[in-house]
């Protein structure tokens, strides 16, 4: 996940605490561990399902207009997938163990839940390495507009790619402006957000065309057109031409991010957000009952309360709730309604990867400083050619043999999510995003088939390394290396995302489809179901995915007949 909008990133924090509360902030840790009793009476007027980001940041709303509110969770911390942990024995590193950086959370919800929250710029946007003419370079974007300038250059032999550059995320970045802000307003019509957007030339590029043509259309050189591409392929398995737009959704919702496209690294690690939106919602007197497994909703479809069945390790209860807001996958609501699912099973397609250094690994590049190269997103076998062969090998049913992949390096810019002594020797973290790696080429041996495409994975890596990786990392305390790897059957299983999927399913456009809801969701804020209490408050809903907290307002808001 690169930010393209601007060259130069000032390594600056943004402080997203309330006003006359600046300055860093304890991170939340253990906020969300905080041990819950069970529900303390029968009838609530919201109930929660799932305490992922979303389900606290509607908990927090909700709570804080006065509303009677239960939150149940079934795992027994809050947090979900946007959680910080120590994953390797006897190590004090805590890493964002699933969800990593953040550009999808509006600074209202801050500013409206007084979270204690910050984020820290990346000082570079991205380094993409490569072999040319048998001599090892790179494409460097960030640090300043003259040295991204020079890179492109000296990549591409000219100017032009460059400029082709600047116009392109120059329109990207006028469109972000004007769509983040309606994320949490009441669903525009298409037509309202067209004209809203007014720009036709944008509108066609990312709503109309696949965006494989606008791509080809402005850049010639592969390697650019790969490290354009791959915001239409995060957690989304699909070609630059696909007809279904999929990948346009996708690439849509990672360039307008914060209205800038910006993706930042928060203090702390995911932990410490969902740590402080757990601390707002019980300060708002909402009630978080973790080891709560929810089993069964039933309503009657005609607005009356709804009655949420439940089990813990003690046994099964029953509570009712006037609104019942689901923070699952539009699957699992069907299934805890009790129906046939609408839509076919979703499928993730990514591999998921941290790991713990003791130092940085050289670069064969030795124009780059790794710290610069691992402190944005560092691209690996994502030329544009790359790309598509990597998901044809992988729709025929293959591993990709070049598997392509994104590093970034938490710890350069937030050293706080490591221990003042690994701090001190020079450890830093890694975190890997493999492409192209959908469900299906796990099924058979999920464990071999993960093995395999790491270790294809890290050999694209070390092939611009002047050392292996493997002699940097770290080692636990039982003696092995800090390395974990998950494929999308690992975070099914762990997390109950739906085939994997990190976004419930494919992301929806951000507008109704003129029937009243977008993406056959009718209603006002695009969380509506077929049943008026019942609101989908998860990644699934209209405008969800990623780490943002919409969903989650927008289901409270919807709640709250606003």
Same mark, same amino acid.
């Given at each position: ?42 009838? &609530?007027?919201?109930?929660? $399902? ?10 927090? &709303? ?6 009677? $509110? ?20 006897? +190590?004090?590193?805590?890493?964002? #163990?699933?969800? &990593? ?14 979270? #204690? ?40 032999? @000219?100017?032009?790619?460059?400029? @082709? ?38 509108? #066609? ?18 390697? $650019? ?18 007809? @279904? ?48 497994? $929810? ?7 005609? /607005?009356? =309360? ?22 699952? @996958? ?10 046939? =699912? ?7 397609? *990514? ?38 062969? !990597?998901?044809?090998?992988?729709? !025929?049913?293959?591993?990709?043999? +070049? =598997? ?18 690994? +701090?001190? *020797? ?33 050999? *694209? ?61 009718? /209603? ?39």
């Amino acid at each position: 996940m690169t930010s393209f909008g601007r060259d130069a990133q000032r390594d600056t924090e943004r402080d997203t605490a309330p006003d006359g509360e600046r300055g860093e902030r304890g991170t939340g840790r253990g906020a969300h561990r905080r041990a819950d009793r069970p529900p303390h009476r029968d009838v &609530y007027d919201a109930v929660i $399902v799932g305490g992922g980001h979303n389900g606290l940041v509607a908990a927090a &709303y909700l709570a804080r207009a006065g509303r009677s $509110v239960l939150l149940l969770e079934r795992l027994a911390t809050t947090g979900g997938a946007a959680v910080s942990t120590r994953p390797f024995a006897g +190590v004090e590193a805590r890493l964002s #163990r699933y969800s &990593y950086l953040v550009s999808l959370l509006p600074a209202k919800i801050v500013r409206d839940l007084g979270l #204690r929250f910050a984020v820290r710029k990346r000082a570079v946007s991205s380094y993409t390495p490569v072999e040319r003419g048998g001599r090892p370079g790179g494409l460097l974007v960030g640090g300043d507009e003259a040295r991204t300038r020079e890179s492109f250059a000296r990549l591409t032999g @000219s100017q032009r790619e460059y400029d @082709s550059w600047r116009a392109f995320y120059g329109r990207t970045g006028r469109l972000a402006g004007k769509v983040f802000p309606t994320l949490t307003e009441p669903l525009p019509t298409r037509a309202e957000l067209r004209s809203r957007i007014d720009d036709e030339a944008a509108w #066609r590029m990312l709503f109309e065309e696949p965006v494989g043509r606008a791509i080809e259309e402005h850049f010639d050189d592969d390697l $650019v057109r790969g490290v354009v591409l791959t915001d239409g392929l995060i957690g989304t398995f699909a070609d630059a031409h696909d007809p @279904s737009l999929v990948q346009n959704r996708c690439f849509l919702y990672h360039v307008i991010g914060g209205g800038t496209g910006d993706w930042d690294v928060p203090v702390g690690g995911m932990g410490a957000l969902t740590g402080a939106l757990a601390e707002a919602a019980r300060a708002a007197g909402a009630h978080i009952a973790t080891g709560h497994e $929810v089993l069964r909703i039933d309503t009657d479809g005609s /607005g009356a =309360p709804a009655e949420v069945a439940y089990r813990t390790a003690a046994g099964e209860g029953r509570v009712v709730g006037r609104n019942v807001l689901v923070g699952a @996958s539009p699957r699992a609501l069907a299934e805890l309604l009790g129906e046939e =699912p609408a839509l076919p099973a979703p499928e993730g397609a *990514q591999l998921k990867v941290n790991m713990l250094l003791r130092r940085l690994p050289r670069l064969r590049d030795t124009s780059v400083d790794p710290r610069e190269a691992f402190g944005g997103t560092f691209h690996i076998a994502e030329g544009y050619a790359e790309l598509a062969r !990597a998901h044809a090998e992988a729709a !025929a049913g293959e591993l990709p043999s +070049v =598997p392509p992949s994104e590093i970034y390096c938490h710890s350069l810019t937030d050293p706080s999510i490591l221990g003042p002594e690994l +701090v001190e *020797q020079g450890y830093q973290t890694l975190t890997l995003f493999g492409l192209h790696t959908p469900a299906r080429l796990f099924e058979k041996d999920n464990q071999g088939a993960r093995e395999v495409l790491l270790t294809a994975t890290l050999a *694209q890596l070390d092939a611009h390394l002047a050392e292996p990786l493997t002699d940097c990392l770290a080692f636990d305390a039982d003696g092995r290396p800090c390395i974990e790897a998950k494929t999308p059957l690992d975070l099914e299983r762990e997390l109950r995302l739906p085939g994997g999927h990190i976004f419930h399913r494919d992301l929806s456009w951000p507008y109704a489809d003129g029937a009243g809801g977008g993406d056959g969701v009718p /209603g006002r804020w695009g969380v509506e179901t077929a049943y008026p209490n019942i609101l989908l408050c998860g990644a699934g809903a209209v405008r969800g995915g990623g780490v943002s907290g919409i969903p989650g307002h927008n289901a409270a808001m919807a709640a709250l007949g606003r």
